[in-house]
């Protein structure tokens, strides 16, 4: 199988997928637009089912498997924090197949109700990446399961590239699009379907300055390992995939971090003018926006609105 997919995999995702997810809507906002001196239009991923974009690479990873003729008899296996925890175990309920994640204790309590929610066997572990793989790699040797990585995975990038495909469909010519990035599955599958279908349009990624693995490795052209990150953006904890990079250093056009205090800026900005739940994470774009990172004066830019997966007792303003 080719290292990165390509467009034509992203269509062929769409197809796959698109009688199980939702076609989510895509939202303005005068009083932001405002704000900023541009327009923007927000793709509504916290819409998505099981609240997040995940679920589209989840589902095309899964049923891709499936349609494969791998044998699934075991389940699927993951470690997450939760957005991609929870895309899996519905995922892997949808195709009738047991679904075992590998949470960090420190997740969020409405992310592992979530993916307890969905019938999913969890196994916790310590807030590190060793420990996320090595709890992993024991979980699979137990169960035989079969391992769909958060964000390192072909069948899972090109699902999340779906989002921007229907972004463009729905609301046309971009000067910029923009998405958060953790470990790089939204971006590089967005910068994918936005270099084929706009090759004119900037990509951005943004990411939160506590958690800049991405945004050093972009720099230095060399993959460099998030190391105790610090962020309430904890859906951007994770170290950048190699597959991932790959993509961000031929299809992105920048990187850029911010600052939590703009981030939780952002979020409360989308939660009050826009009337819609937002989680930290999805607010990152925003922010590098409102913190004068990126040139969108009066530019048409796209964002990808990650999730909405909210602990409503943790709110930080």
Not at 272 to 280: A, G, L, S, T
Request: glycine share 8%; charged share 20%; proline share 4%.
């Amino acid at each position: 199988m080719q290292f990165i997919p390509e467009f034509s995999d992203i269509e062929r995702a769409r197809k796959l997928i698109e009688g199980y997810i939702h076609h989510t809507p895509v939202l303005t906002s005068e009083s932001i637009n405002k704000i900023t001196g541009s327009g923007i239009f927000f793709k509504c991923e916290n819409f998505q089912k099981a609240g997040a974009f995940k679920f589209r690479g989840a589902c095309n990873a899964v049923f891709t498997l499936a349609a494969s003729g791998s044998d699934m008899k075991n389940g699927v296996a993951t470690h997450s924090s939760g957005n991609h925890a929870a895309a899996l175990a519905l995922a892997a309920q949808i195709k009738g197949i047991a679904a075992n994640i590998v949470m960090p204790v420190n997740s969020s309590e409405i992310k592992k109700r979530a993916v307890a929610g969905y019938g999913a066997i969890i196994t916790f572990c310590e807030p590190t990446l060793e420990s996320r793989e090595s709890t992993l790699a024991k979980v699979i040797a137990e169960t035989g399961a079969t391992e769909v990585h958060p964000y390192n995975d072909f069948n899972v990038i090109a699902g999340q590239g779906t989002a921007a495909l229907e972004l463009i469909e729905e609301a046309g010519q971009f000067d910029v699009i923009m998405a958060p990035v953790g470990g790089g599955g939204l971006i590089s599958g967005t910068a994918i379907t936005v270099k084929k279908l706009l090759p004119g349009c900037r990509v951005i990624a943004a990411e939160p300055a506590g958690a800049d693995d991405a945004f050093r490795s972009f720099r230095s052209g060399k993959l460099v390992p998030s190391v105790n990150p610090k962020t309430i953006a904890d859906g951007l904890l994770t170290s950048l995939g190699s597959r991932n990079f790959a993509v961000i250093r031929d299809k992105v056009d920048d990187i850029v971090t911010v600052s939590e205090e703009k981030i939780i800026e952002a979020m409360r900005l989308v939660w009050e003018r826009m009337k819609i739940v937002i989680e930290p994470s999805s607010a990152v774009p925003l922010a590098a926006i409102l913190e004068r990172k990126v040139d969108v004066i009066n530019k048409k830019v796209g964002i990808i609105l990650s999730g909405g997966n909210q602990d409503l007792e943790k709110l930080p303003f």
